[in-house]
């Protein structure tokens, strides 16, 4: 029989919550945190110090607290002093930041990136893009891990692109390559873009507050972060929210996946493009704000081409909304641009098709942390270690 945890064990813990408070929500007072938390003051204040004597969070600024006696320390977390690099493998560019604990991006580089180039050739303007943020980082500082987003489908264990059909990527070894490239001690944590958008929506955008949510993440293709319970829902090997591959047409268009009628051929970038009659040279977000800037002005076939488009988006997410019964459902990537456009119609189709009770209450949103949510999303991957076990894992 187990014994109980040791007094050690419970403080470790109990570190590890008031930190990732204070890095979720910012400077908060040491009276919030005893409330919060269910601790005495005496306690707060003990791990408080701990925390502080590590160089993780600092105190001061006092806040009224509108009670008699002292007012209360508030507690910050030290976003300059402990920080991670998040990097952002999307379709047309590459992007690297620095961002401090609490979730504060403190430095950016971006770079255009040619479709179809393959994993390797990633990874040389993204280890230059964190020796470029290295230089201004501050004497002290820590570096806590590097977390990455990416388009496609990647194996939780080490991070290998098993398939990135947008990309071209087949069993790519990423995680591997970066974590060579940068060197160092700390590891390289690799998670789909539409997860890691989910996780920082939840934990600091649009879904705050809400424990059951659905992030779609749209471009070329289209993946879904899927948090329910609280939890992100990744699947057994790391797989899972590929509802771009959710076959809605059989015998429709073929998909880059060697598959027929997925979704993301109803709903992708391509499908609006070749919808409103604009195939060719132009691409990516500037192409999909063309035709809503077109149906926003009156073109008929560009309206058309956003009617059809909004129709399968609800489509799909009324058959994910019978599914997994959301709170929250998010438009990211240019998803974003076309549920604006359509958002009539895909709530029209969302109601024809969604059961009552599953759809009664569902929210559908546009991202709060817009294009920063895969960077923010990336680095939360790299803060978890230290938020399970602060003092561990500022020693390590």
Known sequence: MRAGPSQEEIRRHNLGALLRHVHVHGATSRAELTTTLGL????????????????????GGARETGRAGRP??????????????????????????????GGRILDIRTAERPRGTLAAE??????????????AVPAGAVCVGS????????????????????MGWV??????????????????LVGNVSDVCALAEHTRG??????????????????AG???????????????????????????????????????????????????????????????????????????????AVRQVGNWLGFGVANLVNIFNPETVIFGGTLRD?????????RSRLNSNGLPACREHVRLRTPKLGDDAPLIGAAELAFEQLLADPLDAVAG
């Open 171 to 188: 069993d790519e070894p990423l995680g591997a390559a970066l974590a060579e490239a940068l060197g160092g001690d700390r590891g390289v």
């Open 338 to 346: 076309v549920y604006l456009a359509a958002a009539a119609h895909v």
């Open 206 to 223: 649009a879904a705050v507050g809400c424990d059951h949510v659905i992030y779609l993440y749209g471009d070329v293709g289209v993946g």
């Open 226 to 304: 899927i948090i329910a319970g609280g939890r992100r829902v990744t699947g057994h090997g790391g797989y899972g929210g590929e509802v771009g591959h959710m076959v809605v047409h059989p015998g429709g268009r073929p998909c880059l996946c060697g598959s027929r009628g997925c979704w993301e051929t109803e709903i992708g970038e391509h499908a609006l493009i070749q919808a409103a009659g604009r195939s060719g040279a132009v691409v990516g977000r500037e192409a999909v704000l063309a035709v809503v800037d077109a149906a926003d002005r009156g073109d008929s076939q560009a309206q058309a």
């Open 122 to 135: 990633a990874v040389g303007p993204l280890t230059g893009f964190v020796k470029e943020l290295h230089q």
């Open 72 to 101: 209360s320390l508030v507690v910050r977390p030290a976003s300059e002093r402990v920080y991670a690099y998040a990097l952002s493998i999307e379709v047309d560019r590459l992007r690297a930041a620095r961002v401090g604990l």
């Open 40 to 59: 005495n003051r005496s306690t707060i204040g003990a791990l408080t110090a701990d925390l502080a004597a590590a160089g993780l969070v600092s105190e």
């Open 147 to 166: 977390g990455v987003a990416v388009c496609g489908m990647v194996r939780r264990d080490d991070g290998m692109v098993r398939l990135g059909p947008t």
